[in-house]
């Protein structure tokens, strides 16, 4: 049953990515282009995609989290870490980095593996490979 | 703003924002992408739990192929890059998203869904990140 569920919330959630044209990394790169505002170039859609999922995210949320168990039984897995570290700063600074170089974050890089682009593919296996190396030496830890 | 569509993005968005939202109800997990992609890599979890990462990506492949062959809704995904560029935006977001563990959905979506004050700095910081980036490669080196 769980697996079930992984499947069709990853299919909804590659939907999601779909229709919005997040799974287009020039939709991502003309939101995080806040410097062409000034000439009408600015693209907000990405803001809009981040308002909608918080909306109906949000509200689950808050009911979810007060669960002592998933209703598809075992345990509620929520993070517990809390602390603002240099580490979690520097992670998110490399990876808005290359999220800016491309245009892809995960998800949408996952998704546009369904177009079957090479370019896709060896971002997917590079980044891969960049979890992967992280996690060799404990990066993750 | 001829690019702004507003309305497929509240659609698009909140379709993600339900998809992570029964996850975590229903499996009591957190949709985070990297998260779920990272643990393949180093599993620990006995049970299912490799399964379920699994079947939660083949849903993000399986998702748009339907849409895109069964329905009309169009949608491209152009990378327009050099290929040394894609490798190390790659190699970049793999290696940040499992250092400040986690991603636009893990942090952006679920971590402030839970009103996470740490997922806020890491999305700050990866926001903060792209816009500079994109500002240098677009506007201070005219393209890459």
Known sequence: MRIIVSLICGTIFGFGLYISGMIDPQKVLGFLDIWAIADGGWDPSLAFVMGGGLAVAIPIFQFAK?????VCGGEMSLPTNRAITTKLVVGGLLFGTGWGLVGYCPGPALSAL??????TIIFVVAMIAGMGGARAIGLNK | MENFTPISALIGGGLIGLASGLYLLLNGRIAGISGILGGLLTPTKGGSAVFERLAFIIGLVVGPFILMNATEIEAQSVVTSSLPVIIVAGLL??????????????????????FSLRSLVATLSFMAAGFVTVLVTRHLMGGM
Request: one cysteine or more; glycine letters at 24%; charged letters at 10%.
């Open chain 1, 66 to 70: 007060n669960r002592t168990e998933a």
């Open chain 1, 114 to 119: 369904a177009f079957g682009h090479t370019d």
């Open chain 2, 93 to 114: 977001v793999g290696l940040g998203t499992t250092i400040g563990s986690g991603c636009t959905s893990g942090h952006g979506i679920c971590g402030l869904s839970r």
